[in-house]
């Protein structure tokens, strides 16, 4: 019995190391988000990345250039650091299917990204090996997209190894 109750403490504890938000929650506020109609265009973004501590890793900027045709968009996107280092640039194929959900590709993903629309928000997961240092590490990102109007969206990523938070990403944008 003892065992019993400390496993389920354990399952109890570990569920709670992992951001899980819930899409459906968001599906009849406004304003709806469009991914296609958002990125179309220009597109400015101003981030940063926090370590599971709390502790500044990264601040960025992002210049995005989008152009969709029919159910498909790229990305264009070009980073510049204001502190710590990462990627530079990466492309984004993203593919808007019957199914209303959708597949992307970046040069830097591992396999297939999936997304899904829920009323003002928009759920984005994928896998990437990310380079810390002389290390690279394997990691989930969790990305949850909220429109803030027209023109603005707020970003925030959750960055999981095993199962558990281990960074964060904010980020905010707007159309230019």
Not at 11 to 20: E, N, P, R, V, W
Not at 21 to 38: E, K, R, V, W
Not at 100 to 115: C, I, M, Q, S, W
């Amino acid at each position: 019995m003892r065992k019993l109750v400390f496993l389920s403490f354990c399952l109890l504890i570990l569920s709670g190391c992992a951001t899980s938000i819930q899409g459906p929650n968001y599906q009849s506020i406004q304003p709806q988000f469009d991914l296609f109609n958002f990125f179309e265009g220009s597109v400015k973004a101003w981030g940063l990345v926090q370590g599971r501590n709390g502790e500044l890793i990264q601040r960025f900027e992002v210049d995005i250039q989008g152009s969709v045709t029919g159910d498909r968009m790229v990305l264009d996107e070009r980073f510049s650091y204001g502190f710590g280092d990462g990627v530079r640039e990466r492309v984004w194929t993203i593919d808007r299917l019957e199914s209303g959900a959708y597949r992307g590709v970046a040069n830097d993903v591992l396999e297939v990204a999936t997304g899904q629309s829920f009323g003002n928000a928009f759920h984005w997961t994928y896998r990437m090996d990310l380079p810390v240092g002389d290390q690279i590490f394997e990691v989930v990102f969790e990305d949850w997209f909220w429109a803030l109007g027209d023109k603005r969206i707020f970003n925030r990523s959750y960055l999981q190894k095993f199962g558990f938070d281990v960074a964060e990403v904010t980020i905010f944008m707007e159309r230019q």
